[in-house]
């Protein structure tokens, strides 16, 4: 099988199955790509879009072709030269009914074999399903809930659920829908129906952050990691699958212990881990090959934003929105309303951990409201996704305890009492009891999420001065990096990660990215691009942030020809606003909030069909930035990662947007003269390099400045390789690109 060159995403499920990928097979040997890098197989919700949400591990979805539509495409990957790398979720599974665990679980609650593979708190009583469309005893009185026998036994029908009952046979007054003998039958239940607004702090369960219909696994058991990991050792076991990616590993009780079983079942299997590093954060010492490669892509758009040209686009957003807060201030108030708005839940059970943590200590004397603001305070000062206060002692574990003693000291300072803050910082550090212990982990759970939700999914809406810098990975404090300080981190990779521009859960593809990232080197064109946009009609009816916003997504998405843009931009706009949780949220949206800024964006997408000069002038940088972005994502330290259709130009937003169709055959003809043909030409050229100078990817990268831009250069045995980056002037010839002439993106390929 091939070394790892280069992996491919693709998007499993709404038409992509393991035939048409099979038939996608050639055409990736040809692009250069050594691995097929697969969205989880495994049997999901009925018409899942992504297959996250897993009903049965043991099998792979029929869905997709099966068992053996798997073992087809191995088989004719196999024939390529290309390998398999599948997505696992061993974090969670879905929360539905179509879920066979679950529903022996609803069944025979806690006798049930599978109830305690599912991280419920038993303690709490029976297990709240919040699906209702409305209260309980609202539905029942209405006569919308009544008992009748199933399939499989009998259940409890309200609307289309049909939620299993314990085995016993029905009365006649149960199944006639008398409101006694059904309130009677639903209290005898090892769980219980409820409106859905109660998952906001009423549920049971560990969610996926807050994502209800997900429920966590308790995969530090050894039985449950066995039965749910079962096919997938097989897989590796076979060598139908030659790596894995692990996903959401930060949600994990303990995520080292469990990279370290999954190694040692599945020995020899390459490991990688969806891991957001924050700062300066290194991996923890796993044994995993790296992370999925955000922190690369990060990396790359710091490296190629201009400085000034940032000073100058902040000056010109802050005029233009009067936005005067630092990004710190913006997360951290995201942060607050967050875990007390859409994770209070989460909130809610640390509370209780805490008090009984404390109660076993002896140590405080502390009541609820105490000690839930101190969980809140001090999730709010932590600065990463997640500590590791479980791993072995250890420069890591040290690491953390400062990180976490640290946040303490800031989260002090807005106490009125900070007694029961350095109690709870000290059991969650020294762990004397089972409580703590359990305080600890689920506290370190909840860190990841509330980062993810803060920022990925708050912040990012909000602080908009560049969205090129709103992305996973990044951090819009730290934006602009000299060659010097791309040099340095480069220095410190292993070149075993993944480098990703582009992914299922980027906010903007890297194309699109690469348009906002120009705004930063002409600043004064956007400035004009701004006037123009504000005098379109409707303009003025939007706020100036809003109106900022969608400036910069029309000009992320736009592309010549496409007829969609107008109610892509719209789509994303609700979506953008409704993250925000500003004027309007998921729960409960405000429509005429969000108008205003929906109309803007059709209008703006229709009038500017032909886009004007300044939009012209700022895309065809953003193309030169994407060539320079596609060249180092190659050449940096690492295995180059392609979001499927990445060989082309990608300008979507985020999902939905970024999981549309992929028309391949348009991309292996592209018109010549744009970006299409470029970006193929390019990764073809380079990939080829990687496969026949492998040697040379390991060499040294040394990365320099130079007059008017700066250049990356490796050499090794085989030859010498060195991109140059000159944005003034009339740019560089290179051997390699650009095929004629000069260019601000330059290669030179001299072989030995």
Not at 238 to 245: A, D, F, M, S
Not at 451 to 473: I, N, P
């Amino acid at each position: 099988m091939s070394a790892w060159r280069a992996t491919y995403r693709l998007q499993l499920r709404e038409g992509m199955t393991f035939d048409r990928a099979a038939a996608l097979l050639p055409r990736l040997k040809a692009l250069g790509i050594s691995h097929l890098y697969l969205s989880p197989i495994f049997t999901a919700v009925t018409g899942s879009t992504h297959g996250y949400d897993v009903t049965d591990p043991t099998a792979i979805d029929p869905a997709l072709g099966g068992r053996e539509g798997l073992e087809r495409l191995a088989a004719a990957a196999r024939a390529q030269g290309i390998g398999l790398l599948l997505d696992i979720v061993p974090n969670h599974m879905a929360f539905h009914l179509d879920n066979p665990w679950l529903r022996d679980v609803l069944r025979h609650g806690e006798r049930s074999r599978w109830a305690r593979h599912f991280d419920i708190d038993w303690t709490k009583g029976r297990l709240v399903l919040p699906f209702l469309p409305d209260p309980f005893e609202t539905m029942l009185e209405a006569g919308a809930i009544r008992a009748a026998d199933g399939e499989d036994g009998p259940e409890l029908r309200a609307g289309d659920l049909a939620v299993p009952l314990t085995p016993h046979p029905l009365t006649e007054a149960e199944r006639a829908g008398d409101p006694e003998a059904i309130r009677a039958l639903h209290a005898r239940q090892p769980w219980r129906l409820a409106h859905w607004e109660l998952e906001r702090d009423g549920i049971t369960h560990r969610r996926f952050f807050n994502i209800t219909g997900l429920i966590g696994m308790r995969v530090e058991e050894e039985q449950v990691f066995e039965d749910t990991h079962a096919l997938i050792l097989d897989l590796v076991e076979k060598g139908i699958v030659q790596g894995l990616r692990v996903d959401h590993v930060d949600g994990l009780a303990d995520p080292g212990a469990y990279l370290a079983r999954l190694a040692r079942r599945a020995p020899g299997c390459p490991v990688w881990v969806e891991k957001i590093l924050v700062g300066d954060e290194a991996l923890p010492p796993w044994p995993v090959e790296g992370t999925t490669g955000y922190e690369a892509g990060a990396a790359i758009v710091r490296a190629l934003t201009d400085g000034p040209g940032l000073a100058r686009l902040d000056a010109l957003w802050r005029d233009a929105t009067g936005e005067d807060r630092p990004w710190e201030a913006v997360l951290a108030e995201a942060k607050g309303q967050v875990i007390r708005q859409v994770l209070s839940a989460e909130l809610a059970q640390l509370k209780d951990l805490a008090l009984a943590a404390a109660a076993a200590s002896g140590e405080v004397e502390a009541g609820e409201e105490a000690l839930r603001e101190a969980v809140l305070a001090l999730l709010i000062e932590i600065p990463r996704y997640r500590t590791y206060l479980e791993a072995p002692e250890g420069p890591r574990r040290a690491e953390d305890r400062a990180l976490l003693e640290a946040a303490a000291e800031r989260a002090a300072e807005g106490l009125v009492s900070d007694r029961a803050l350095r109690w709870l910082v000290r059991a969650m550090i020294e762990v004397g009891t089972e409580a703590a212990r359990a305080l600890a982990i689920r506290f370190q759970q909840v860190s990841g999420a509330l980062m993810a939700k803060s920022q990925e999914d708050t912040a990012f809406y909000r602080f908009t001065r560049c969205l090129a810098h709103c992305e996973v990975g990044a951090e819009p404090s730290d934006c602009a990096w000299t060659p010097a300080r791309l040099a340095e981190w480069a220095a410190s990779r292993t070149g075993r990660d993944l480098l990703l521009t582009s992914s299922h859960d980027t906010k903007r593809a890297e194309d699109a990215r690469m348009r906002l990232v120009a705004m930063t080197h002409l600043p004064e064109v956007f400035a004009a691009l701004w006037e123009a946009a504000s005098d379109l009609p409707g303009a003025g009816e939007v706020d100036p942030a809003q109106r900022w916003y969608v400036l910069q997504s029309w000009l992320a998405i736009h592309e010549d020809g496409r007829g969609d843009i107008g109610d892509r931009l719209a789509a994303h706009m609700e979506k953008a606003l409704r993250e925000a949780r500003e004027v309007t949220s998921w729960t409960h949206p405000r429509e005429a909030a969000e108008q205003p800024a929906q109309a803007f964006a059709r209008t703006l997408a229709a009038a500017w069909h032909e886009p004007p000069d300044t939009a012209r002038t700022l895309i065809e940088r953003g193309d030169q930035l994407s060539l320079a972005q596609l060249a180092l994502k190659i050449l940096l330290p690492g295995i180059p990662d392609f979001y499927q259709g990445a060989e082309g130009p990608l300008h979507h937003l985020t999902d939905p947007d970024n999981r549309l169709p992929v028309d391949f055959e348009a991309l292996d003809a592209p018109p010549e003269g744009g970006l299409a043909a470029a970006k193929l030409r390019l990764t073809r050229a380079l990939l080829r390099l990687r496969s026949e100078a492998p040697g040379l990817f390991g060499a040294p990268l040394r990365i320099e400045a130079m007059p008017g831009g700066w250049r990356a250069l490796r050499e090794g045995p085989e030859g010498r390789l060195m991109l140059t980056l000159s944005w003034e002037g009339g740019g560089t010839a290179g051997s390699l690109w650009p095929p004629e002439g000069k260019g601000p993106v330059a290669i030179d390929w001299q072989a030995a």
